[in-house]
């Protein structure tokens, strides 16, 4: 089992920027691939960035240039660094990790950016 808790999610200005933190824990040393997915309410999630163990990271074309995805697999964390915040870019952030055949969420954390 792994479990999945991210924070850094606020309230912040238009142009702000906030970092994300998603921390790992229990079989976390065959996690490949963690994500991070956005949702608003009566849409669905949508993947914001991913990165894999070995560093590479890809992007959702609504966030390049502005995110920034990183992995510290000593410390099992995963952060995304969200620099020029636009109003669009509120919602509900959750972690992935993919891990063998399961896929494992976190409770997810608010991101709230004022126009």
């Known amino acids: 089992q792994v479990q999945l808790v991210e924070s850094g999610g606020g309230l912040v200005q238009a142009g702000g920027s906030l970092r994300l933190s998603c921390v790992a824990s229990g079989s976390t040393s065959s996690i490949n691939t963690i994500n991070w997915y956005r949702q608003t309410p009566g849409k669905q999630r949508e993947l914001v960035a991913g990165i894999t163990r070995g560093g590479n990271a890809n992007y959702a074309d609504s966030v390049k240039g502005r995110f920034t995805i990183s992995r510290d697999n000593a410390k099992n964390t995963v952060y995304l660094q969200m620099n020029s915040l636009k109003p669009e870019d509120t919602a509900v952030y959750y972690c992935?990790?993919?891990?063998?055949?399961?896929?494992?969420w976190g409770q997810g954390t608010q991101v709230t950016v004022s126009s």
């Open positions: 992935q990790a993919l891990r063998v055949l399961m896929v494992y």
